[in-house]
């Protein structure tokens, strides 16, 4: 499987050992439920600024602390809607700004270029804001992507996703490897290519493209 140049950033909660962050670690409700986005910022930017090769461990307040401003100046929610790629890359791209970071970004590519655009950004130690976005033209269609676990060499799906962002941290022919609600899961690419063609749109369902400047 391809990778993140580096592993992806140890958080340590308690006993716990997630897998990048996490939206029920919010304090608000609404950010509970709709703050996947600011999460699969959050971790792009816990990668490339907080954790060093030599240091892997990000310290749980100083990742709340780059969620919580991103969420407060940068990606407004719209309680029980989220937020959209469009808005996402522009206030991540007023964060780069302000924080004299030196990168790029802006939201979609077309289907036939987005795993090699996730493998560039791997290469590139990003982990990669990914949307499974909603059904599409009816908004409130049940269609789900399925998630999996794997348990030894087998993948087991126990949950299914819509109008989600995650962060994907590998790939290789078959599936994609994500960080979601702390977790590692899985999703088949074939089954997501399926989906968007099917029941939404590469319109939201799609990438935010990060590059160095």
Request: hydrophobic share 35%; with cysteine.
């Amino acid at each position: 499987m391809t990778g993140l140049k580096r592993p992806l950033f140890e958080l340590h909660k308690e006993a716990e050992r997630p897998y990048g962050g996490a939206q029920q670690w919010f304090s608000k409700n609404y950010l509970r439920k709709c703050g996947c986005g600011v999460i699969a910022c959050a971790n792009i930017l816990a990668q490339k600024e907080i954790a060093t090769p030599e240091k892997r461990e990000v310290d749980m307040a100083d990742y709340m602390k780059i969620a919580n401003r991103l969420k407060s100046f940068y990606l407004p929610i719209i309680p029980g809607q989220g937020i959209n790629g469009w808005v996402m890359s522009l206030g991540i791209n007023l964060y780069f700004l302000i924080h004299r970071l030196p990168y790029k970004a802006f939201w979609g590519v077309s289907a036939k270029k987005m795993d090699a655009r996730i493998e560039r950004m791997l290469s590139e130690d990003t982990p990669v804001c990914f949307s499974i976005g909603p059904n599409f033209p009816n908004l409130f269609g049940k269609k789900m992507v399925r998630l999996y676990s794997r348990e030894g060499d087998k993948y087991v799906s126990n949950s299914e996703i819509n109008g989600h962002y995650v962060s994907v941290t590998g790939m290789d022919d078959t599936w994609y490897e994500i960080s979601t609600w702390g977790r590692k899961m899985y999703v088949k690419r074939e089954e997501f290519r399926e989906y968007v063609k099917k029941h939404s749109c590469s319109l939201f369902s799609n990438v935010l493209v990060v590059r160095h400047k």
